[in-house]
């Protein structure tokens, strides 16, 4: 008998996750040679991406947040450390590094990407501490040695981590007040929406903070161009900002395979249900996390919910049980709003955020995440979290 | 030349943001069809225009969603 195979493709939070869930809960299947779980991943190590905030804005050493990802993904999955060139949806292959798998599952967990090369002089002006972790030590360089001047914080969409443009701003008001610097400093907060946050029960909380903090806020801000020379950025909307020091966060794409395999929109993300994950028009393929198009924040937190919901669906239709997972749409990122303090933006498809008033123990919570991460993408703590946020499913159907 | 962009089911700021990517490729005299659900979305588009100096023309109920008309005027 051919065994069945499972393809994930993407190594971050989300794909390394749901490759253990299946590997940990077809265990059984998976050692009579029945199920094959194939990981594919374009990097060998994995990076704990919130933590970019604390390099960038706090010195923190990086080794402290990357593994191997060989140490992390439990026994039962293949981990192919090859990236995919082409996946072929409708006749269920994918081709990588000369070689082609044909799969009976797929479940693309392939990300987003920052191309800061969209806007015209963002790339060589700005520092980006937002999506990877040379890029955020460079932005440590940089903001360590600010003196004086105006530095904007400029937010481009779509982007992932919501949270991170409005937290990169209190950080860096409390970096430079802590070396005296900041009465030298005017920092500017540029962002695309109508208010400081996109959701406003959010925004009531944020926006008196950047005002106590003295940083100004400019909304509806959308990047048109940055001129190098005269070191300004201009909006779509006619605004100048003039700046000594831009720190950025670019606008995102989706994985350049999912455009390659013609699979995505035209930003290359996913077209996905946003309840049951499944690629839409496919009921074997699944997408989750960055790589989706579903109108929900592009973080950790949903890349991990939704890969405890796919793996369930796959193995659920594997084992015949027909029942279907429906993701709820829970979210609960951290915002951490400089002096130790930091909320926490919770909320479902169908109860959005509500105000939330910072405190010193949910930046505790936040700081504690890093420590457990490495155990939570092994498939560990599920039950922990799934006290704390409740189960990020419902469910449908039945026996078959 | 119109545009129409449906947002429907996608919550703040998901509308004016689809709105944008539009606007980025529109010309002046386009008009761009913004349909939603979320009624942030009839406060947004109006600020932005204001800022923008684009113009809405009207924003209609239609049964279970509304649809926002904006012309472009300046690009």
């Not at chain 1, 009465?183 to 944020?206: D, F, G, K, L």
């Not at chain 1, 950047?210 to 909307?237: H, M, P």
């Not at chain 1, 950790?300 to 749409?329: M, R, S």
Request: charged content about 25%.
């Amino acid at each position: 008998m051919r065994a069945i195979k499972i393809a994930v493709v993407g190594g971050g939070t989300g794909g390394t996750l749901v490759a253990n869930k299946l590997a940990s809960e077809l265990g059984e299947r998976i050692r009579r040679g029945e199920v094959e779980v194939h990981l594919f991943t374009d990097r060998p190590e994995h990076y704990f991406q919130p933590a970019n905030l604390d390099i960038a804005f706090k010195g923190a050493d990086p080794r402290r947040f990357v593994k191997d990802e060989r140490e992390l993904v439990v026994r039962g999955v293949n981990l192919h450390p090859n990236a995919v060139k082409l996946i072929d949806l409708n006749n269920r292959r994918l081709t990588f590094n000369g070689s082609s798998l044909e799969f009976d599952y797929l479940v693309m967990a392939t990300g987003s990407r920052a191309v800061p090369e969209l806007i015209e002089g963002l790339a060589e002006t700005s520092y980006n501490f937002h999506t990877g972790q040379e890029d955020a030590r460079r932005t440590w360089e940089a903001v360590s040695r600010f003196e004086r001047g105006t530095a904007v914080v400029l937010v481009n969409v779509p982007h992932k981590c919501p949270p991170s443009p409005v937290e990169a701003a209190f950080l860096l008001d409390e970096h430079l007040r802590r070396r005296g610097v900041r009465q030298n400093v005017e920092i500017v907060y540029a962002t695309p929406y109508t208010r400081a946050y996109p959701t406003h029960s959010i925004a009531e909380v944020v926006e008196p903070l950047l005002e106590e903090r003295g940083i100004q806020l400019v909304t509806l801000f959308n990047t048109d161009y940055v001129d190098a020379r005269e070191r300004k950025v201009r909006s779509l909307e006619g605004e100048e900002i003039r700046f000594d020091l831009l720190i950025t966060v670019p606008p995102h794409r989706g994985a350049e395979v999912v455009t390659a395999s013609g699979i995505g929109d035209e930003e290359g993300w996913i077209p996905t249900d946003k309840e049951t994950l499944q690629i839409k028009g496919y009921d074997y393929a699944f997408a989750i996390g960055d790589a989706t198009d579903i109108p929900i924040s592009k973080s950790g937190v949903v890349a991990h919910l939704e890969a405890i919901v796919a793996a369930k669906n796959v193995i659920a239709d594997i084992e015949g049980t027909g029942v279907v997972h429906c993701y709820t749409g829970r979210i609960n990122c951290p915002l951490e709003v400089g002096e130790g303090r930091a909320l926490f933006v919770a909320g479902t498809y169908t109860s959005p955020p509500e105000r939330q008033e910072p405190s010193r123990l949910k930046y505790l919570m936040k700081r504690v995440f890093p420590r457990i991460y490495w155990q939570m993408v092994r498939g560990r703590f599920e039950t922990v979290f799934d006290l704390y946020l409740g189960k990020p499913y419902t469910t449908k159907g039945g026996s078959r | 030349m119109r545009h129409v962009v449906d947002a429907r089911g996608s919550f703040c700021p998901g509308p004016i943001t689809e709105l944008i990517k539009v606007y980025r490729k529109a010309q002046p005299g386009d008009e761009i069809e913004l349909l939603a659900t979320d009624p942030a979305a009839k406060s947004d588009v109006r600020a932005w225009a204001q800022k923008s100096g684009n113009e809405v023309l009207s924003i209609e109920e239609r049964g279970d969603h509304f649809a926002i008309l904006v012309k472009v005027v300046r690009r």
